[in-house]
């Protein structure tokens, strides 16, 4: 989640030289036109089936069995779900632009005191264009291209479009991907039904996924559920539709 702040940290320094400017110029050039411009305003009426990051986890595994991933609408889950992803994902998600600034320099600051990546500065925009498009690798390639994808989705989406396909692209265990998936896999309920502990478990493991299981009582699960549930009811979902 982190990957941009680094990055940033490392080039920031260089790029006031004229020909690492230029160079860096000519980085964010290509980049921009690299992005898959005619895919992401289909998003916002349309589904999708196959994600990238799919894709990258059949080919780690061989192709012995493909991910499966069944779509959901927004209203066919519990609010509190919602909630709780952004409140420990993205608490700003409804005001920022796919870049959360603020969040980015705090942990810029915080990573640089500890001279280690403790703190994450990915929106759940920039998750979502991972997931779609891009891959789990760590190139400054594909750094920069997620931030320029997720830059364009804010400009061409709306806010339940990002959040409507994050929560059916979202990896949730080894091959789960999508909150129906989920829900079923782990709670053996629809989406709609979970309950409000259950939501804040299924909205725990989603930075590590492929270590932890919401429906097991591990230390790490049960100490973020509880922070989830204490900033559950702060979170407004689309404020803007209520003005």
């Not at 759940?124 to 830059?151: G, P, V």
Request: with cysteine; proline share 4%; hydrophobic share 40%.
């Amino acid at each position: 989640m982190n990957e941009l702040g680094i990055l940033l940290d490392k080039i920031l320094p260089f790029i006031n030289k004229r020909k690492i400017r230029y160079c860096f110029f000519y980085f964010l050039f290509v980049c921009y036109f690299s992005i898959p411009s005619f895919q992401i305003p289909i998003l916002e009426y349309n589904t999708f089936r196959i994600t990238s990051l799919m894709e990258q986890r059949a080919i780690e595994n061989k192709l012995v069995f493909f991910p499966r991933q069944t779509w959901c609408n927004l209203n066919d889950i519990n609010p509190n779900l919602l909630k709780g992803i952004i409140s420990m994902e993205d608490g700003k998600f409804f005001s920022h632009k796919g870049i959360d600034w603020e969040e980015l320099n705090k942990s810029l600051a915080r990573n640089k005191k500890r001279g280690r990546a403790v703190r994450g500065g990915s929106t759940i925009t920039m998750q979502l264009t991972k997931n779609l498009f891009l891959s789990t690798d760590k190139s400054i390639f594909r750094k920069a291209k997620e931030f320029w994808i997720a830059l364009r989705m804010e400009k061409e989406l709306s806010k339940k479009a990002i959040l409507k396909n994050y929560v059916n692209a979202v990896e949730w265990g080894n091959g789960i991907f999508g909150i129906k998936e989920a829900s079923e896999r782990y709670f053996g309920k629809e989406p709609l039904y979970l309950n409000i502990n259950q939501c804040a478990r299924l909205a725990a493991v989603i930075p590590s996924p492929l270590i932890h299981e919401p429906d097991i009582n591990s230390a790490y699960v049960s100490k973020r559920s509880s922070i989830i549930l204490g900033r559950m009811n702060d979170i407004i979902l689309f404020p803007s539709d209520e003005e």
